[in-house]
């Protein structure tokens, strides 16, 4: 399978924890994003990678969020003392300079 | 700021019936805009991209359709089918920004 994939796939944690999510695009994108989703409202923008450059940024990426691509490649999302508010799907999408964007089937992520 | 609505919010349909779902968008210097479909608790799967130069784009029995002076672009499913039936949400870029701006989607179920 050559689509976008996440890790893992659902993450149950207790508050004030620390988690990591992974994204790995489809090999030839260029660009990399970060969404969050919440029941029953459409994917939020968080950010957003051309290469390894971080270039866009939400105000929803507070700063317990931080955002990372080595080399280009795949991406990390961590988020540090974890909230009940923090609790949301996490979707990743790739795209090939301003072509469509191709998501993953995300990480749900549950905050007890 | 782009602002991007869809009505209505759910549509129930009987097998067979065409029907046609609608995205309005506040900005017009839009650039890229995605139809996308989800399944309950699954990621966006991409259905049809119109790009700039675009003015609607057609697969199997789907066709869309954008109209930048109107702010609206229309999705059109042709005798539908109970495998139809998740949210289709739309989603527009443009303005600068690579933020993708999503409207809370359409919930379709199509009754057999």
């Known amino acids: 399978d050559t689509g976008v994939s996440q890790n893992p796939r659902h993450k149950i944690t207790k508050r004030g924890q620390n988690v990591t999510f992974r994204c790995d695009p489809i090999?030839?994108?260029?660009?990399l994003y970060w969404y969050r989703q919440t029941l029953g409202q459409g994917p939020e923008f968080l950010t957003y990678f051309q290469n390894e450059a971080q270039l866009e940024k939400s105000r929803l990426l507070s700063d317990r969020f931080s955002a990372e691509r080595p080399k280009g490649s795949f991406s990390t999302l961590e988020i540090q003392r974890t909230e009940q508010g923090d609790s949301a799907m996490y979707l990743c999408?790739?795209?090939?300079?301003?072509?469509?964007?191709?998501f993953g089937q995300g990480t749900r992520l549950t905050v007890v | 700021k782009q602002e991007v609505t869809q009505i209505p919010a759910a549509l129930s349909v009987p097998e067979g019936e065409n029907l046609v779902l609608n995205c309005s968008f506040t900005d017009s210097a839009i650039y890229n805009l995605q139809w996308f479909r989800q399944d309950p608790g699954k990621g966006l799967t991409s259905l049809l991209l119109?790009?700039?130069?675009?003015r609607e784009q057609t697969s199997g029995r789907l066709n869309a359709s954008l109209d930048k002076s109107s702010g609206r672009s229309t999705l059109y499913i042709a005798a539908s089918q109970p495998g139809d039936s998740a949210t289709y949400l739309c989603?527009?870029?443009?303005?600068?920004?690579?933020?993708?701006?999503f409207g809370k989607g359409t919930k379709l179920t199509v009754n057999p």
């Open positions: 119109i790009q700039s130069s675009q």
């Open positions: 989603a527009g870029e443009g303005g600068g920004s690579e933020k993708l701006v």
């Open positions: 999408a790739s795209s090939l300079a301003s072509r469509g964007r191709f």
């Open positions: 090999s030839e994108h260029n660009r």
